[in-house]
């Protein structure tokens, strides 16, 4: 499914929405591209992050179609929050090539699917840890606008 959504990213006529540049402190940033099994890694603000990003995607499908029922916003929920939709989100804003990882580790390790989910899902827990919801949220429902509009463009183009 990923390689397929990168395809599809990659021909994408619109304009990607910008990765907030906003971390306050180094300490955060440095948590944030550490690999996860690296001591103080970025597996917390993953933890967070995926929380965050649940709660904002929800929010912006509820916003899209308030008569969805449980069942059709958990499959929606689903096809939103996911590692290959998070990790093509991770390598659309070029995020791999900065993830310090262990020693040692093969060079694919920066690079697989679960890693790059993680590696997005840390940099969203780090947003909202300083700036709050309301940037998350922003960027996020941004980032779903950005992905609905280019999966329409191209379903219209064939």
């Given at each position: 499914?990923?390689?397929?959504?990168?395809?599809?990213?990659r021909?994408?006529?619109?304009?990607?929405?910008?990765?907030?540049?906003?971390?306050?402190?180094?300490?955060?940033?440095?948590?944030?591209?550490?690999?996860?099994?690296?001591?103080?890694?970025?597996?917390?603000?993953?933890?967070?992050?995926?929380?965050?990003?649940?709660?904002?995607?929800?929010?912006?499908?509820?916003?899209?179609?308030?008569?969805?029922t449980?069942?059709?916003?958990?499959?929606?929920?689903?096809?939103?929050?996911?590692?290959?939709?998070?990790?093509?989100?991770?390598?659309?804003?070029?995020?791999s090539?900065?993830?310090?990882?262990?020693?040692?580790?093969?060079?694919?390790?920066?690079?697989s699917?679960?890693?790059?989910?993680?590696?997005?899902?840390?940099?969203?827990?780090?947003?909202?840890?300083?700036?709050?919801?309301?940037?998350?949220?922003?960027?996020?429902?941004s980032?779903?606008?950005?992905?609905?509009?280019?999966?329409?463009?191209?379903?219209q183009?064939?």
């Amino acid at each position: 499914m990923s390689g397929g959504l990168y395809e599809v990213y990659r021909r994408s006529e619109l304009a990607l929405p910008d990765l907030p540049q906003v971390l306050k402190t180094r300490r955060l940033w440095d948590t944030v591209f550490t690999h996860s099994a690296l001591p103080n890694g970025n597996k917390v603000l993953a933890t967070l992050g995926y929380r965050i990003i649940a709660t904002c995607v929800t929010e912006w499908l509820i916003d899209a179609d308030p008569a969805l029922t449980n069942s059709e916003l958990a499959v929606r929920l689903g096809e939103r929050v996911n590692e290959p939709l998070l990790a093509a989100f991770a390598d659309e804003h070029a995020l791999s090539p900065r993830l310090q990882v262990p020693k040692g580790s093969p060079k694919s390790s920066r690079h697989s699917t679960e890693t790059k989910a993680t590696l997005f899902a840390a940099y969203v827990g780090a947003v909202y840890r300083d700036h709050g919801y309301e940037l998350a949220k922003e960027w996020i429902f941004s980032l779903m606008d950005w992905d609905n509009d280019t999966m329409l463009r191209i379903l219209q183009q064939r």
